[in-house]
């Protein structure tokens, strides 16, 4: 089976320039998370789907990130514009409906210089 | 409100000796509890998890964790540290225990070094 696909893995961007973080969870999850990893504050929640809504944004760090989940299959996580200290690692996870284990991506390391 | 504390940033073992990874958890209810580990590069992996059945959960790679109630504890061990074991090990608790307002806390970390 896949599991979370993210894409791109690793990405070098300048200061200003948008970035478009990519998620297909797996198949038939109806949960789906975005966490970033830093070595300061460690692994945060960032903000989370439940059947593509919105359920929690409350660790979107300011009004430059932004979420969507247009369907089941994808969602993005953007970042405009981009600051060094958005420098981090960003995981998608999902989640199905009636577990309680999430399932992490390979992640997508963010390097803004 | 829910919360992880993972003592100790960094535990070093020679191979074969005992691993322990300590974490504590504040939860206002009945809480789900996670071990997942990271390796260099890569995502994170579930090792076992605690779900309201047996306090004594075995996880792959020859893990295994047991929920204190009493000590709001969930440490990880495993009797001999093996090379392959060297990553970062997260804790994390979920609050509520399932349902659609579902999400998982964190720990900061604990990095496993296993020396030869």
């Known amino acids: 089976d896949a599991g979370v696909i993210q894409s791109p893995r690793h990405e070098v961007t300048e200061m200003g320039q948008e970035v478009t973080l990519r998620c297909k969870p797996i198949s038939g999850h109806n949960s789906l998370f975005w966490y970033r990893q830093t070595m300061m504050r460690g692994l945060e929640l960032l903000i989370y789907?439940?059947?593509?809504?919105?359920?929690?944004d409350s660790g979107m760090p300011e009004d430059r990130f932004s979420a969507k989940m247009p369907n089941a299959s994808f969602s993005t996580l953007k970042i405009q514009p981009s600051e060094p200290r958005d420098s981090a690692v960003y995981f998608c996870?999902?989640?199905?409906?009636?577990?309680?284990?999430?399932?992490f991506g390979e992640g997508s390391w963010l390097t803004v210089v | 409100a829910q919360s992880v504390t993972q003592l100790g940033s960094h535990v070093s073992v020679s191979e074969g000796a005992l691993v322990l990874l300590r974490c504590n958890y504040s939860s206002s209810v009945p809480p789900y509890l996670f071990w997942y580990v990271q390796y260099p590069n890569q995502g994170l992996q579930l090792l076992l998890k605690?779900?309201?059945?047996?306090?004594l959960v075995k996880g792959i790679n020859g893990f295994e964790a047991e929920f204190k109630k009493s000590e709001t504890s969930f440490h990880l061990t495993k009797p001999s540290a093996h090379m392959s074991d060297a990553a970062e090990y997260f804790c994390a608790v979920s609050s509520p225990a399932g349902g659609s307002n579902y999400k998982l806390t964190f720990g900061k970390g604990t990095l496993l070094t296993v020396n030869p």
């Open positions: 605690y779900t309201s059945a047996a306090t």
């Open positions: 996870a999902s989640k199905p409906g009636s577990g309680n284990t999430i399932y």
């Open positions: 789907f439940n059947n593509n809504v919105p359920i929690d």
